[in-house]
């Protein structure tokens, strides 16, 4: 139901993403707010990557209560403060660990500052089944 869509005609993706994913004939489609690295104990880890963990981890409950799964996911949104960026690879790698060789279209964005300073990253995603 949810295909790759892989242009011959352009240069392939910067990373292991899809330049878009078609979704056809789907019945349930789930727009998840940005998620952040706050844990069920309210607790926020220090390091990007187990923040990277951490949001992973409450992006798979949501699915979960929406009867979803990661292979479900088509579009992802990941927001990194600049002052973070060296922590991109643990951050793709983390995403990459999550969706277990799912690719979907995927953007990142570097941004001065999210809603609250201990947060270092926050990823949104749409999911369609």
Known sequence: MNREIMPSTI???????????LSEHSHSLLHVSGVVAVRPDGTIPDDVADQAAAIWFNI???????DMAMGDIVSITTYVVVDFMAG???V???RDQAL???RVAS????????A??????EIAVVAAR
């Open 11 to 21: 240069a392939p993706p910067a990373a292991n993403y899809a330049h878009a994913v």
């Open 60 to 66: 798979a409950s949501i699915l979960a209560e929406a």
């Open 88 to 90: 991109l690879p643990e």
């Open 92 to 94: 793709m790698a983390a």
């Open 100 to 102: 277990s060789g799912h």
């Open 107 to 114: 953007t990142l964005v570097a941004v001065p500052a999210l």
């Open 116 to 121: 609250r300073p201990a947060w270092k990253m």
